[in-house]
């Protein structure tokens, strides 16, 4: 698989197992919660050195408040701008640097699913206490994560408001398009390093999740597996409504799209509606997939927003 891919692959995974059972409420004391490696984590008292594994853990808990508490992070973490600051702890094709993470003596290590549960053994192997936070399959699968990242970090008060503001912008968002009666169809774009089987979130992704919330239907989705390649003639075949470039981070335009050979018979390449998208809308586990999903739906139905 291309290296590009391979790199967007890195940010989308984050587990294939259930998220954790509902977090403490509590902001100090102990904790006990079952994690996404069907694991029993206990703390005498929230985490105050955390370490990050990976981009979506690192970005939610700051997002519930937690950033101050955040002594390390992994290569990808990139956002928000403040986490460039902390140590780079590693993670590059799933290798961390473990004296380093050790190093930072922190009382909890955070996994997702791009760490490997022999990762998770070895940290534990060295004294650390890890919590493996499994991949979410929806918004709300998002929302639990957030809340469980608020109680392992003593934020839960902050994560519960983060959620109930979240929720009430998935709401104002389906009040929008409750009257939308034509769902557009849509080809997401992942990569295109080989343009003639360009990669696209199939069935069963939060990408699919999210376009058909923002009342969209993502043509992926009929195909096999979750990412999948399509070819020029699947596309002529569906011929979607609109393009949009997720793989616009890495120079893909529209432009582009038309110069190559065969793309220029697409209603949506004549007609002027492939767009690039921020990727990372989507891709990261976190708030911003509502934000993804409110830019979703203005790109798709621009009329219910006037």
């Known amino acids: 698989m291309k290296k590009r891919f391979a790199q967007v692959m890195l940010v989308l995974l984050v587990g294939l197992l259930p998220v954790s059972c509902g977090p403490t409420k ?19 008292t929230p985490a105050k050195k955390i370490v990050s594994l990976s981009p979506p853990i690192t970005e939610m808990l700051f997002a519930v408040g937690a950033g101050e508490q955040v002594t390390g992070r992994d290569t990808f973490s990139d956002y928000p701008e403040s986490a460039k600051a902390l140590p780079d702890i590693g993670g590059s094709y799933g290798k961390y640097n473990l004296e380093t993470i050790v190093s930072l003596a922190p009382d909890l290590v955070i996994a997702g699913a791009i760490n490997t549960p022999e990762l998770v053994q070895s940290l534990e192997d060295v004294g650390l206490k890890v919590y493996y936070l499994a991949n979410p399959s929806n918004l709300d699968g998002t929302f639990t994560a957030l809340q469980t990242l608020g109680a392992l ?29 034509i769902k557009p169809t849509v080809y997401y774009e992942l990569d295109a390093t080989d343009p003639a089987k360009p990669y696209t979130p ?24 979750e990412w999948a390649q399509i070819g020029l003639e699947a596309l002529l075949t569906t011929d979607p409504d609109l393009i949009l470039l997720g793989d616009a981070m890495w120079g893909i335009t529209p432009d582009s799209v038309a110069q190559r050979p065969g793309w220029d018979a697409l209603t ?34 621009p009329e219910a927003f006037k």
């Open 202 to 225: 199939g069935p069963g992704t939060f990408y699919t999740a999210l376009i058909e919330a923002a009342g969209g239907v993502n043509i992926g989705a009929s195909l096999s597996g």
């Open 153 to 181: 970090s003593g934020h839960a008060k902050e994560a519960d408001k983060l959620v109930k503001d979240l929720r009430s912008r998935v709401d104002a968002v389906k009040a929008s398009l409750k009257d939308v009666a």
């Open 268 to 301: 949506a390449v004549k007609e002027g509606r492939v767009l690039p998208f921020d990727d990372n809308l989507i891709a990261r586990i976190g708030p911003r997939q509502v934000d993804g999903l409110e830019a979703l739906a203005r790109v798709l139905h």
């Open 26 to 44: 509590a902001q100090s004391g102990p904790i006990t919660l079952i994690d996404g490696l069907d694991r029993q984590v206990s703390l005498d």
